[in-house]
């Protein structure tokens, strides 16, 4: 069994991946790009500037980058941000995890303000024993270290007794450069071969799909060998 699970949050524990993609959508158009929406949908999981850098030449990335990143932080937050709903049975899974006394510490690219209000929002924060976000860590995903952050933030426990758990490749990429063990969620958009590529070693729809499968899933198990 493990002793310690690590969840991303966007697209993970909240239904929101379809506003981040419609906020870079908005935010590539103000500065005079056209992004179709379902190609960006496919980077949503992995840090901002390595999207930039995708579908900005190196020019345009210097010129107003920065620029059109906040402003889209600054859509999603105004626009989308207050629409986001919690995908069901969040609580009920953290409450099954916490009866076999497995820790759990949140991971989310977001920053801390959106953070703070996710976790409010899922109403899990007596359960959890930790959350980190963007502000803690120089690098975002695909590269590992919100996870290495995370990892700090559990007491006495081994990575090799840590299972991640997330919505996209690049959570998948990120732990897998820890050694952690990931879980994919379809609730992300990606789709199980894509995510199975990535590294994940079960998928399920959402977590009230991990909840309702606990019994036979990798968080119930009597290793992790």
């Given at each position: 069994m493990p002793q310690a699970v690590i969840f991303d949050i966007d697209g993970t524990l909240v239904d929101s991946v379809n506003f981040h993609a419609e906020a870079w959508v908005q935010g590539f158009e103000k500065f005079g790009h056209s992004v179709d929406f379902a190609t960006i949908k496919q980077r949503i999981g992995k840090g901002g500037e390595y999207i930039l850098e995708e579908f900005l030449t190196e020019a345009e990335n210097q010129e107003y980058g920065s620029d059109l990143k906040q402003y889209r932080k600054q859509?999603?937050?105004?626009?989308?941000?207050?629409?986001?709903?919690?995908?069901?049975?969040?609580?009920?899974?953290?409450?099954?995890?916490?009866?076999?006394?497995?820790?759990i510490v949140l991971a989310t690219?977001?920053?801390?303000e959106t953070a703070n209000h996710y976790r409010e929002m899922l109403g899990i924060?007596?359960?959890?024993?930790?959350?980190?976000?963007?502000?803690?860590?120089?690098?975002?995903?695909?590269?590992?270290?919100?996870?290495?952050?995370?990892?700090?933030k559990l007491d006495q426990v081994a990575p090799e007794s840590v299972i991640v758990v997330g919505d996209s490749p690049y959570d998948a990429a990120a732990a897998q450069k820890l050694s952690l063990r990931t879980l994919g969620f379809l609730s992300g958009g990606f789709s199980t071969d894509q995510l199975r590529e990535a590294g994940c070693v079960a998928i399920y729809k959402d977590p009230a799909d991990l909840l309702a499968h606990y019994q036979d899933s990798l968080l119930n198990s009597a290793s992790l060998s």
């Open positions: 859509y999603f937050h105004d626009q989308f941000l207050p629409k986001i709903q919690a995908l069901p049975q969040v609580r009920a899974l953290f409450e099954r995890i916490r009866q076999d006394q497995i820790q690219s977001a920053e801390q924060k007596d359960l959890i024993d930790g959350m980190t976000c963007s502000d803690d860590v120089e690098n975002a995903k695909p590269e590992p270290d919100i996870f290495q952050a995370a990892l700090k």
